[in-house]
């Protein structure tokens, strides 16, 4: 009889265990969701999903059915699913604007929403996702309704959430937030903020400042010198982007651009703006234009246009002008570069910037003879040789 309990036992607890998961009401009526969270006092959990999502149905298969996400879930939300394409779920698409799957939302009993998080998680990802969304002091929409009182702690945490969940209104709000700041360099985290979050600033006078006083950043200890050069470039890009698009405008003041570059950094200015509308004309689909601008680039390095930075030009755009068949042309001039003494080590360049098209290009017997070349070479430095041979013993396990 002992033996027959313990096997009863053993049988329950598996078969218990096995059905682990979060329960789930499938497409309901909404309004019935909303009255049986307010009865319940809880928030509701929505996962917005797509037939043909991949990620959905593997958050189905593994993140839904674990033990842990399970007894966390089902003991603190209204959990609903909805097809986003069918039935109510188009109009809560538009609703809480739903535009990638899985779309996981956390919404109060009133229909508010308060979190959400995107694309699959794993478990324990999951359970801490929903531990933020019950949480009043991280839940994002929740910091973003009050963003103006944050300290400068949580709203760059807050920064943090809106790059992850791209949100658009962002740009607006941390303008706004930098321009009640006193100083917006004034402690570590206004200079995080500034480092790693804004996309562009309040006003020229704001970028004035921090490029003034980018040696104070530096001094801080957490960002290099070479760290801070770079976001300059991309803060005054940034400011002068924004401030040249006026109205209806199809395309932005350029010279409106260089006129800011040329102001904040004129040593780099040449490159960046060109650069700058050899990526804009891409992005618009007019290749001449864009082939025109980056010819300025190729026809000025030396002389302007520092040729390491033309390579990594070289790299962004080569993949780009393959593909409309406008790259030899490119690629010719580009090799026939001559370069000063001082600059005769950076010539293995050439054929690493080449080596990285091929593998764009994905056309990999090419790429395989000039990385073998290339490790053959004295003149390649020991780091790139280890990159290829890295890159080659990839290649060889497809």
Known sequence: ????????????????????????????????????????????????????????????????????????????????????????????????????YPSLLFINANGNILHKGVGFHEAADFVTLGQTAKNPETQFFTLKNKAMELSNAQFVKFAAMAAEFEDEDFTQISNDYLAKQADILGNADLIDLVMNHIETLPDEKSLAYIIANKDKIVKGGKYTAQDVEERMIGLTLGYAVSGAIQGDSEEPDFAAVKTVLDKYIPEKSFFIYHFFQTQYFLNSKKTDDAIKEFNILLDNTPAKVDFEHLCNAMMTFGPVLAEEGKLAPMLTKFESIVLPAKDAKKAYLKDYVKAILFIKAKDFEKFKALANSMIANPDTPDAIKEDLKSALAQIGKM
């Open 1 to 100: 009889m002992k033996r027959l309990v313990w096997a009863l036992s053993l049988f329950l607890m598996t078969a218990f265990a096995n059905a682990a998961e979060i329960n789930f009401m499938d497409n309901p009526a909404w309004n019935t969701v909303l009255e049986k969270a307010k009865k319940e006092n809880k928030m509701i959990f929505l996962d917005g999903y797509a037939t043909w999502c991949g990620p959905c149905k593997t958050m189905d298969a593994e993140t839904y059915k674990n033990q842990a996400v399970a007894d966390y879930f089902n003991a603190n939300f209204i959990n609903v699913k909805y097809d986003m394409e069918k039935g109510e779920g188009p109009k809560l698409a538009e609703q809480y604007q739903v535009t990638a």
